[in-house]
């Protein structure tokens, strides 16, 4: 069992919906699983102790929330390399957030990342639930690999 921590931005709770529902196919899995909001990371030490990171950010004006972007500058210093990574994100229609958290999650952090961000305009259309399970479960089996 791998112990799984995800971090959300959220103003109307789309976000946060979406990470609880990637951390219920972690759970299937069997992994334990910490969801908690960013601005409970306030130093690189509350970021100690997983296998595997997710984190996730509501896009606004064509970019990821500002407490998000101050969490990444916090986590540069909490040595995630070679750990397992995703992204995700609420969006209505140009969804940045997400990419660019994956993007600096590979390019910065140098973590495993799971192949894609995880994008979605809601977790209650169009099979937005299933697919933010699959995404858990895509995770913990690339957990399982490592
Ligand atoms: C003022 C405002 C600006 C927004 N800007 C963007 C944007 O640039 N690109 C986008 O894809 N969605 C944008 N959205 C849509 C939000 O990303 C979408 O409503 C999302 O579900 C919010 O997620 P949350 O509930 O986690 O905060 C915007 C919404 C508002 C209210």
New binding site residues.
């Given amino acids: 069992m791998s112990k799984v921590l995800i971090v959300f931005a959220?103003?109307?709770?789309?976000?946060?919906a979406i990470g609880n529902l990637i951390a219920e196919g972690l759970r299937f899995s069997g992994h334990e699983v910490s969801v908690v909001p960013v601005k409970e990371i306030k130093s690189d030490k509350d970021l100690i102790g997983y296998d595997a990171y997710v984190l996730g950010s509501?896009?606004?004006?064509?970019g990821m929330m500002e407490k998000m972007k101050t969490m990444l500058f916090i986590a540069e210093k909490a040595g995630l390399e070679n750990k397992v990574g995703g992204a995700f994100g609420?969006?209505?229609?140009?969804?940045?957030a997400p990419e660019r958290i994956y993007d600096t999650m590979e390019n910065i952090f140098k973590m495993d990342m799971v192949g894609d961000p995880l994008m979605l305009?809601?977790s209650k259309l169009g099979g937005g639930m299933q697919m933010a399970h699959e995404y858990g479960k895509k995770l913990a089996s690339k957990l399982t690999d490592s």
């Fill in positions: 959220s103003r109307t709770g789309e976000t946060e509501a896009t606004y004006h064509g609420a969006f209505g229609w140009s969804g940045e305009k809601s």
